[in-house]
T-cell receptor, first 111, second 114 residues
Framework: SQQGEEDPQALSIQEGENATMNCSYK?????LQWYRQNSGRGLVHLIL?????REKHSGRLRVTLDTSKKSSSLLITASRAADTASYFC???????????FGAGTRLFVKA | DVKVTQSSRYLVKRTGEKVFLECVQD?????MFWYRQDPGLGLRLIYF???????EKGDIPEGYSVSREKKERFSLILESASTNQTSMYLC?????????????FGPGTRLTVT
């Protein structure tokens, strides 16, 4: 079963800047989700975007999905030090049951 | 708020020991999951359960078993712990039809096998 591949693996930015993380995949999906994990903790769900949706917003988060390019991006605007975490994309393949997690992007926001 | 709790945050066990990791959720979710997380590999599914007494193998079930006697509780068992099972173990739950809904995660158990 496929796994989303996040890019970049690590990202370091200044507070106030925007952070963009990308996720690419290979086969058709039912939906794609983004999760955040603070150091040494469990994952927290951020956004779910379905295959027939192109963009979703939640506060400072914007997620886009391009099914023709098989890619998604997570944009965090006006980043804060508290956004420092690992971010994972997770896929559910069409007709599938399991959620498959990628290896994650580590974001470091410098104060 | 949904709450998923795991019995221990940190655990150190010896090779060959039988290890029990407990997970409890309070949202009456049908689905529960056990993952292990290793650097560079993301989360890998060990087992999941979509109902009491039901279990399905995930991607890496070897060396593990599970038990779900009550809806709110899902236990992961390492029959004979080995050093390659040193990892972060994450439990999660979700409403029925998983994959179509978000998963709620516990805080994780960092297991070290020496």
């Amino acid at each position: 079963s496929q796994q989303g591949e996040e890019d970049p693996q690590a990202l370091s930015i200044q507070e106030g800047e925007n952070a963009t993380m990308n996720c690419s995949y290979k086969t058709s999906i039912n939906n794609l989700q983004w999760y955040r994990q603070n150091s040494g903790r469990g994952l927290v769900h951020l956004i779910l975007i379905r295959s027939n949706e192109r963009e979703k917003h939640s506060g400072r988060l914007r997620v886009t999905l391009d099914t023709s390019k098989k890619s998604s991006s997570l944009l965090i605007t006006a980043s804060r030090a508290a956004d420092t975490a690992s971010y994972f994309c997770a896929l559910v393949n069409t007709g599938g049951f399991k959620t498959i997690f990628g290896a994650g992007t580590r974001l470091f926001v410098k104060a | 708020d949904v709450k998923v709790t795991q019995s221990s945050r940190y655990l150190v066990k010896r090779t060959g020991e039988k290890v029990f990791l407990e997970c409890v959720q309070d949202m009456d979710h049908e689905n529960m999951f056990w993952y292990r997380q290793d650097p560079g590999l993301g989360l890998r599914l060990i087992y999941f359960s979509y109902d009491v007494k039901m279990k399905e193998k995930g991607d890496i079930p070897e060396g593990y078993s599970v038990s779900r006697e009550k809806k709110e509780r899902f236990s992961l068992i390492l029959e004979s712990a080995s050093t390659n099972q040193t990892s972060m173990y994450l439990c999660a739950s979700s409403p029925p039809g998983s994959g179509y809904y978000e998963q709620y995660f516990g805080p994780g158990t960092r297991l070290t096998v020496t």
